[in-house]
Every structure is written in structure tokens, then in C-alpha cells.
């Protein structure tokens, strides 16, 4: 019997201490560094950051990362990245040639945590996350210059990439560890498999190669860095082309005007503008035949009198290069000088030149540039409506004057220039920009309405004139606007986006590729918190996502009070969706946050809710923590 009772006392510790160990273990799987899981994700998806800092400066088990998701060691890498540095920066500063670098300090304990956490995604993860860990971490070992790890993890994800992008991204950043590391013959190697393939291309690349061949001698090296100065705008690549033929003593390889010009270049980038003009200027004459793009030179002359204030100057200067210049390039050397004329207060000279362009080019873009300058001279002489008439049959895309337009709106509301208003109205027709036109015919028919105006002033009652706003308008706001109008005449609500000539000129991404991070991987970003990149991505890709996509996120950002990100996003699903919005879709595009606060002022101050509720929505998107440019700060922007 005693036997019995001590067996069955062994056997019901051990049962105890089996469900004691697994009580502990699922305690343990609950928990990611030392937080509870639901915990951990609140704090995230709020949008801390700082609680992360402490734990990555400690021993951790990485892998518990895992607990938070399949994805989880890539996201919480992105965030650590985020957070401000303990000690300077140490990335690289990328001079043209490689160098012996001093030892780089060592990164900060969170940044250190982040690398080893995207080399867990890579190693124990799954696609695609995987495969965008490799790729930042390659570019994390570019920065901090360890370009033998950067050669050998980019060969490893060439290899094995399920996407051409990431293909692509892998060789080219492959090319860069292999230009670091002088191993030229297969920098150009790459760079010819490249072109072959018909890769993404970008001027850093020609860098590449000049300086390769240069240190290969191969012949024609000469021409490359000829090519990369003359043809290319000015940038830090020539700064640091400039910068290697110095170290090099190779300057004298060249004739002293092409010399003079990359010095020119190289000063260009520097800011230093008065010297750089005059190097360029004094180079021009003996560098035929290596003519650089004059277009891209006229321009940049331009620019760097505009910045040292000598605006007679630079226009006589351009005046001078473009006696024996092609009529293209001689255009834009008048027009530029036109405009520094006019920055000089020079109007006489600055018309006479931008009127020549106009007359003698046959490019739209240039012509339109042209008439805006001058048009925006008439308007300080208070001589727009004249010059409407003249010069809106001549303009080619309507909508590149629509700030002008504007601004005179403004000006006539303001000294309740009522007929005035009217008239621009009338000379607009057939030539306005679409929104410009919504907006004139709401207006006009208010003025109308309220007798504000000589009603010989318009020959349409205010119906018709709503009628025609709420038809032309291409953004949503005086289409409303006038729909709410008609509706208080009687006439039936009829408002929505379908029918609308869905312009992509002022959403991002207009000539986007659908390239880029898969759908998976920009849905993670919200699951961790990190809105604004997920944002940016979605606005990047809003072609090619779904527009149930941009519906559930903007949706997502709504609850979250990420008021701003989420009518983005609404702005961008309105053009997407096929059967115009609904009135649902309408209570995200336009939300009621701060309700209570905006019912409460609207009563002190007498002011309807709803026109108040708009005001804070146009001037910060419920967004309290906003400061504009001219330290407007607020929901309402106040000085």
C-alpha cells in the first residue's frame, strides 16, 4: 500500500511540474521582451517608439520578434532605425574614389540591434519580407562602408530574388561594393551586363564607369568624364568627379577650357555662384567642339545670377551666349534672360524678350512659361483682365496659370469687386482651368443671387451658373459647393465623382511604375505603427493598388485620428473608384474630429459648425500639432 501511495505521489508531481513548465512556457510566448504582446502592439500602432530604445541596448533573444508575426523582425528594425541616434551619424560621405577609412565609431546599441534583427528576417524569415531585409541591409553596409559584406549578402540576393525589382536593386547595389573596393574590371563588366539587360539606369552609374576606366587606362576614359560634366544638371557627382581628377593630377589631361568648365561645375554644386558663372562663361568660347547641353547650362547660369542678386548681369551674359546658339537653345536663353529682366525690375526689356518667345516657339511648355511671366507682370500693374484677353487663346494647358487665377480671385472677393469677378468669369470661358471655372461659377452665381452685381453683368441666373460648376469642377470641393446650392433651390442632389475627367496631375506618382514593395509588405507597415512610410508607399503605388486597399487604409487611419494621411488616401481611392462616392465615403473625405471643441467655438463665435469644421479641415487636416511655412500653427492656422 505504501508502494501504491508513493507512486502515485511521484506521478502527481510530475504531472504538476509538467503543466507548471507549460504554464511557464506559454507565459514566455506571450511576452516579447519582457512586454506583453497586445501590450507591445498598443504601443507600437500609438505610435511609441522611445520603450523600444532600452530593451535593444540589452542582451535580448532576437527571435522572440517572431511572436509579433512572420514579418515582425523587419518592422521593428524599421523603428529602431527611426530613432534619433546616441552619437553622430557615421555613414559614409562618398568621395569618387575608394579610400583607406579611418575606423567608423561603433553605431549606436538600437541601430546595431536593427541590422542583427533584418539578418534574422533574412536567414529565418519568409518572402518577401525576407528578401526587402536583405536589401536594406545591404544598403546599411554601403553606408557604414563595409563593402566586403555588402558585395557578398548583394551576390546572395541576386541569386535568389523571386522579383526583377529586388533583381535589379541587388546588382546595383552590387556594382557599388565592387567600385569601393577598386575591383574595376568587374565594376564594368556589371555595368555592360546592365545595359544589356536593360536595367535601371542613374547618373551615378556613368561616375562608375568613368572612373574605372580611368584606373584600367582604358582609351576613352577622357570622354566619359567630358560626357558626365556636359550632358548631366549639377550634383554631387560632380563634385566628386571634380574632386578625383584633382587627387589624380589627371586636370591637365584635358584642354584648359574643358578644365575650366568642370571647375565651373564643380563650384556650381559648391554654392559659390559668382565664380562659378564667370568660369563657365569664360570656358564657352574654345570648347568647340565639346558643346555641352546648352538647355541644361542656360538654365543653371540662370539660376546661379538669380542667387548672387546680379539680374542685369546675368541676362546681358545670356544674351551674349545665345548670339550663336541653335533657335531652341537661343529660345531658352531668351527666356531666361526675360526673367531676369523682370526679377531686376527691368519690365520693358523682360517683355520684350518673353513676347519674342512667345511669337517664335513652337514647344507648348516653353510658350505657357512665357505668358505666365508675362501675366504675372501685368497683374502688379493691375492690368490682368486686359492681358486675359489677349494671351488665354494662346495658352496651351490651362492649369499651369490656375495660381495666377487665383491669386485675382482672391483680390476681387476681397475688395468685393463684384463686377470685376464677373467680367474675369466671362473672359475665362472656353480658356479657364477646370476648378478655376467651378469656382468663378459658384461665385458668380452667389453674386447673382444676393444682387451683388448689375444683373447685365451675367446673362445666366444662378441655376445655370451652379449647374455649370458643379459639371466643370474637377476636384470635389466647389462641385459640393454648388450641388448644396442647387439642392437649397429645390433641384434633386446629384454629386458624385463618376463622369469626372480623372486627372493625375496633382496625384503622386502620375507616371509611377507599379513597382515596388509588394502589397503584403506595405499592409505591415500599419500593423506596426509605422503610418507614415505605409502612407507614402500606398500614395506611390495608388495606380496600382486596389482602391478597396485605399479605402480600408484610409478607413484604418481615420479611427486612428491620422486625419491628414487618411483623406490622402480618400483623395486618391475618389479617383479609382468606378461609381463616384458615396455618402459614407464622404464622412471619411470629409471627417468630424474635435466635434464637441468645433460645437463649442462655433457657438461663442457665432459661426455656423459646419463652415467652421470646414476651415479647420482646409487649413490643417485636424492635424493640432501643424505649422505652416509662415509659423501659422493650430487647427486653424492662426498668426
Known amino acids: 500500500m505504501q508502494v501504491h501511495d508513493s507512486s502515485f505521489q511521484k506521478i502527481s508531481i510530475l504531472v504538476s511540474t509538467v503543466f507548471l513548465l507549460l504554464s511557464l512556457t506559454r507565459c514566455r510566448a506571450d511576452t516579447v521582451w519582457g512586454l506583453s504582446r497586445s501590450d507591445f502592439q498598443q504601443r507600437l500602432i500609438a505610435g511609441e517608439r522611445e520603450f523600444l530604445r532600452e530593451p535593444a541596448s540589452g542582451k535580448l533573444d532576437l527571435e522572440e520578434a517572431f511572436r509579433l508575426g512572420p514579418a515582425a523582425p523587419f518592422y521593428l528594425s524599421e523603428i529602431l532605425f527611426s530613432l534619433d541616434p546616441d552619437t553622430p551619424e557615421t555613414a559614409a560621405s562618398g568621395p569618387a574614389a575608394p579610400h583607406t577609412p579611418a575606423p567608423l565609431p561603433a553605431a549606436p546599441a538600437h541601430e546595431q540591434t536593427a541590422e542583427q534583427l533584418l539578418d534574422l528576417q533574412w536567414r529565418r524569415g519568409d518572402s518577401p519580407w525576407r528578401e526587402e531585409a536583405a536589401a536594406r541591409l545591404i544598403r546599411r553596409y554601403l553606408d557604414t562602408e563595409r563593402f566586403e559584406q555588402a558585395e557578398s549578402l548583394a551576390r546572395k540576393l541576386a ?61 576613352g576614359w577622357e570622354r566619359l568624364f567630358i560626357d558626365l560634366f556636359f550632358q548631366k544638371r549639377t550634383s554631387g557627382l560632380h563634385a566628386r568627379a571634380y574632386a ?19 571647375q565651373g561645375k564643380d563650384l556650381l554644386y559648391k554654392g559659390r555662384n559668382g565664380e562659378a558663372a564667370q568660369r563657365i562663361e569664360k570656358s564657352l568660347p574654345d570648347l568647340q567642339p565639346e558643346r555641352p547641353d546648352m538647355e541644361i547650362l542656360i538654365r543653371e547660369l540662370a539660376a546661379a545670377y538669380f542667387a548672387v542678386l546680379r539680374y542685369e548681369e546675368g541676362a546681358e551674359a545670356l544674351l551674349d551666349i545665345s548670339a550663336d546658339l541653335s533657335l531652341r537653345d537661343r529660345l531658352a536663353a531668351l527666356e531666361m534672360a526675360g526673367r531676369l529682366y523682370r526679377k531686376g525690375g527691368n519690365f520693358t526689356e523682360a517683355k520684350r524678350l518673353l513676347l519674342d518667345v512667345v511669337r517664335d516657339t513652337s514647344e507648348a511648355g516653353q510658350r505657357d512659361r512665357a505668358v505666365w511671366f508675362l501675366l504675372d507682370m501685368e497683374r502688379s500693374f493691375g492690368r490682368l483682365l486686359e492681358s486675359i484677353e489677349q494671351y488665354a487663346p494662346r495658352w496651351h494647358d490651362p492649369g499651369y496659370f490656375s495660381d ?60 445655370a451658373l451652379y449647374l455649370e460648376a458643379r459639371r466643370v469642377g474637377e476636384s470635389s470641393y466647389y462641385r459640393f459647393l454648388a450641388a448644396t446650392a442647387l439642392a437649397d433651390l429645390g433641384f434633386p442632389v446629384d454629386w458624385t465623382l463618376e463622369g469626372e475627367d480623372r486627372s493625375l496631375a496633382d496625384a503622386p506618382g502620375g507616371d509611377q511604375s507599379p513597382e515596388g514593395p509588394p502589397v503584403e509588405v506595405i499592409r505591415g507597415y500599419f500593423d506596426f505603427g509605422l503610418d507614415e512610410t505605409g502612407t507614402e508607399l500606398l500614395r506611390s503605388r495608388w495606380q496600382s493598388v486596389s482602391p478597396e486597399l485605399l479605402l480600408e487604409t484610409a478607413l484604418l487611419l481615420n479611427d486612428r485620428g491620422e486625419f491628414l494621411r487618411s483623406i490622402r488616401l480618400m483623395n486618391l481611392y475618389a479617383l479609382r473608384k468606378e461609381n463616384g462616392l458615396d455618402r459614407s465615403d464622404l464622412e471619411i473625405l470629409y471627417p468630424r474630429a474635435y466635434g464637441e471643441w468645433i460645437d463649442e467655438v462655433s457657438r461663442d463665435e457665432n459661426l455656423p459648425a459646419p463652415v467652421f469644421s470646414a476651415l479647420v479641415r482646409e487649413e490643417s487636416y485636424f492635424d493640432p500639432g501643424i505649422v505652416s511655412r509662415s509659423g501659422a500653427v493650430g487647427l486653424t492656422q492662426l498668426m
Open 244 to 262: 578625383y581628377l584633382e587627387q589624380e593630377e589627371e586636370l591637365a589631361a584635358f584642354d584648359p577650357a574643358v578644365s575650366l568648365f568642370f
Open 404 to 463: 495666377l487665377l487665383e491669386l485675382e480671385i482672391s483680390g476681387f472677393v476681397a475688395r468685393r469687386d463684384w463686377t470685376g469677378l464677373l467680367s474675369l468669369y466671362r473672359l475665362l470661358k472656353g480658356y479657364g482651368p477646370p476648378d478655376t471655372m467651378a469656382r468663378l461659377a459658384y461665385l458668380a452665381g452667389r453674386i447673382v443671387s444676393l444682387d451683388l452685381a448689375e444683373a447685365s453683368e451675367s446673362a445666366l441666373p444662378p441655376q
Open 159 to 219: 541569386r535568389r530574388a523571386p522579383e526583377v525589382r529586388i533583381g535589379h536593386q541587388a546588382n546595383r547595389d552590387l556594382l557599388e561594393a565592387l567600385y569601393w573596393q577598386q575591383k574595376d574590371k568587374a565594376v564594368l563588366n556589371e555595368l555592360e551586363e546592365r545595359e544589356g539587360e536593360q536595367a535601371p539606369w542613374d547618373d551615378e552609374l556613368d561616375l562608375f564607369r568613368a572612373v574605372s576606366s580611368h584606373r584600367l587606362a582604358r582609351p
